[in-house]
T-cell receptor
C-alpha cells in the first residue's frame, strides 16, 4: 500500500519568514495530494490540494509543488503569521472507481514566533 | 455548510468494555471514514465505508469493527477496549474520490 513520509516533524520560524514542509510517497500511481491544517483543539481542514497533472498550485500565501519523478511534494508558506501556527498533514491518494482513501503523513507542528 | 458530528468529545472506559463511537454527517456524503490520531503518527485510517452496509479495512483495523446501516451514520465499535486504544478518534466524510474530507470534532478516548 501507499506510504507517506513527512518532514520535519516540528518547525519553528520567525514571523514573516517562509516555512517549507516536504512529503514523499511510495505509490507512483498516486495522483491526488491534499494538505490539511489542524489548529490546536480543532478539526483538520483542507487548505490546498494538487493533482498529478500540474506541477505547482498557489493560493495567496500558500503554494504546493509536486515532483512526480522523485515522488515528493512540498507545502510552502510565505510571510508566515502567528495564525499559521498549527499541525499540517500531507496526504496522497490513488484515484479509482470506488473505495478511495487518503494516506496521511505523520504531521508537522509549525510554530510561528512573533 | 457541511456538518460532521461525533457522539462524544471525551470518553473514559475500562479495559474490556465494549465502546461505541458514533458519527453523523448531514450532507448526503457517500464516503465516511474513521481515523485515530496519535502524536507523531498522523492520521491513521481504521475503516471506511463508501456506501450503506459497505465497509473496507484501513491500515489499522485490528481490534475495531464498524457499522453503517444508514447513509448519514457511521459507527466505530471497540469490542473489548484495551489501553493501547487510548487515542483521539476522528470521523470524516466526503462525496467521493478526490473531494475534500470534512472532519468531525474528534472523540478523545481514555481506556483505563
Amino acid at each position: 500500500g501507499e506510504n507517506v513520509e513527512q518532514h520535519p516533524s516540528t518547525l519553528s520560524v520567525q514571523e514573516g519568514d517562509s516555512a517549507v514542509i516536504k512529503c514523499t510517497y511510495s505509490d507512483s500511481a498516486s495522483n491526488y495530494f491534499p494538505w490539511y491544517k489542524q489548529e490546536l483543539g480543532k478539526r483538520p481542514q483542507l487548505i490546498i490540494d494538487i493533482r498529478s497533472n500540474v506541477g505547482e498550485k498557489k493560493d495567496q500565501r500558500i503554494a504546493v509543488t509536486l515532483n512526480k519523478t522523485a515522488k515528493h511534494f512540498s507545502l510552502h508558506i510565505t510571510e508566515t503569521q502567528p495564525e499559521d501556527s498549527a499541525v499540517y498533514f500531507c496526504a496522497a491518494l490513488r484515484f479509482k472507481a470506488a473505495g478511495n482513501k487518503l494516506t496521511f503523513g505523520g504531521g508537522t507542528r509549525v510554530l510561528v514566533k512573533p | 455548510d457541511v456538518k460532521v458530528t461525533q457522539s462524544s468529545r471525551y470518553l473514559v472506559k475500562r479495559t474490556g468494555e465494549k465502546v461505541f463511537l458514533e458519527c453523523v454527517q448531514d450532507m448526503d456524503h457517500e464516503n465516511m471514514f474513521w481515523y485515530r490520531q496519535d502524536p507523531g503518527l498522523g492520521l491513521r485510517l481504521i475503516y471506511f465505508s463508501y456506501d450503506v452496509k459497505m465497509k473496507e479495512k484501513g491500515d489499522i483495523p485490528e481490534g475495531y469493527s464498524v457499522s453503517r446501516e444508514k447513509k448519514e451514520r457511521f459507527s466505530l465499535i471497540l469490542e473489548s477496549a484495551s489501553t493501547n486504544q487510548t487515542s483521539m478518534y476522528l470521523c470524516a466524510s466526503n462525496k467521493g474520490g478526490r473531494e475534500t474530507q470534512y472532519f468531525g470534532p474528534g472523540t478523545r478516548l481514555l481506556v483505563l
